[in-house]
């Protein structure tokens, strides 16, 4: 996500590769874009740019006075006056997850390139912003947010004054890692910056602002030391606002990131400039709002409860790998009523094995049904057979009495 080194990375592009360009003709957006209208139009304008923490502002400049287009009716478009020419118009832009600035040719357009001005020249080329994600947000006739604080770049004592002398904001009662990306008090600061700051202090990112902040407010160097002396001793210890202004500047003066003007700046330099952030080795936890925060050792005194650290082991990359292409098999012919051979085969051996599945357990219950039990049976056996035994025995002694008694 472009932070504010980006910004300004992108603000110097525009006043570069516009610098003696002179644009003509109407701003166009494009259909798909929720943003205003942008409803400029002058024969020669030129543009220039300037960047505020995550904030960058456009300016249309026309080159010189036009016709009004019927006498006593005015232009009722947006930056005009009713009975005047065209009127220089601000544009406020931030970047949301994929914003930046390209000129290209005319004929030729980025895909997602939602605002386009056009050159004088032929052939013409359009400085198009461009958003793939469509997260950026531009304001018409737009002027800095007022609930933003200083530039941490360009405003660094005003910025250090703000936060200082607002310590008691309830803002400052939150996590040191989620107060960095208040944009009241760190304009321009970042996940990946807020990361390689605490990092390079050794502040666990959970620890309370105040807390860490306090002390630098009776932070004072000895009188003694000469100017030399001083600036050696900022750069060699510098405090947690200092790093707010020298870390984003690191970045700056790096330049590329694909805000430069080379279009295919490579990113190898930032990745091996990170420290911290999505760096192999390192821990992370989500913070109150959701964002990932990168750091290492012990988390502070104020980290979310249940939250299990993580540690990156892949390799340095700032976006997440893409996944492993899927195998698919081949799906079969089809016959002509929907269903394949195979599928055929399978319902009807489905369907023969669930009939003998079935018929078998019927006949196993009418078995058991026919089948008496083995108790029963036995005393029933042993009940029939005992008077059959005894009645041939009786029989004998009668016949053999009866024969006695006659001889």
Request: aromatic content about 8%; proline content about 8%.
């Amino acid at each position: 996500m472009p932070e504010g080194p980006e910004l300004h990375l992108a603000s110097c592009y525009i006043n570069t590769v516009c610098a003696g360009l002179i644009f003509s003709g109407k701003v166009e957006k494009s259909e798909v874009s929720k943003n205003p209208e942008v409803l400029f139009e002058s024969d020669a304008y030129l543009i220039s740019a300037t960047s505020r923490g995550k904030e960058i502002k456009l300016t249309l400049v026309p080159l010189k006075e036009e016709k009004n287009t019927l006498p006593g009716r005015g232009r009722d478009r947006a930056g005009q006056s009713q009975n005047g020419p065209q009127q220089p118009m601000d544009l406020v832009f931030r970047f949301g997850m994929s914003g930046s600035f390209k000129l290209t040719s005319g004929a030729e357009l980025p895909k997602h390139a939602h605002l386009r001005f056009y050159t004088k020249e032929s052939p013409c080329r359009a400085l198009c912003f461009v958003d793939f994600r469509r997260f950026g947000r531009w304001e018409v006739n737009g002027m800095w947010q007022p609930d933003r604080g200083p530039c941490v770049m360009l405003e660094y004592e005003k910025f250090r004054e703000n936060v200082l002398r607002n310590l008691s904001d309830k803002a400052f009662n939150k996590p040191i890692c989620e107060a960095l990306l208040n944009q009241k008090f760190f304009n321009g600061i970042g996940n990946y910056l807020r990361a390689e700051i605490l990092y390079r202090l050794k502040i666990p990112p959970f620890e309370k602002a105040r807390t860490v902040l306090e002390a630098l407010q009776h932070r004072k160097q000895s009188p003694d030391l000469t100017l030399s002396k001083k600036v050696k001793l900022k750069r060699e210890n510098p405090d947690l606002l200092e790093l707010c202004h020298a870390v984003p500047m690191e970045v700056i003066h790096m330049g590329g990131k694909g805000y430069g003007l080379e279009p295919s700046d490579d990113a190898a330099a930032f990745e091996e400039w990170l420290q911290c952030y999505y760096v192999p080795g390192m821990r992370s936890l989500r913070d109150g709002n959701g964002r990932t925060i990168w750091f290492q050792g012990e988390p502070g005194p104020m980290a979310p409860k249940g939250e299990k650290s993580r540690k990156r082991r892949s390799q340095v990359n700032a976006d997440p790998e893409p996944p492993s292409p899927k195998v698919t098999k081949p799906v079969p012919k089809r016959s002509s009523k929907g269903s394949t051979s195979q599928e055929k085969v399978a319902k009807q051996s489905g369907k023969k094995k669930g009939k003998d599945l079935v018929q078998g357990a019927e006949n196993d219950k009418a078995n058991e049904a026919r089948k008496p039990n083995t108790r029963s049976r036995r005393k029933a056996s042993a009940s029939q057979e005992s008077p059959t035994s005894e009645a041939p025995a009786a029989d004998r002694k009668r016949q053999a009495s009866a024969r006695r008694s006659k001889g």
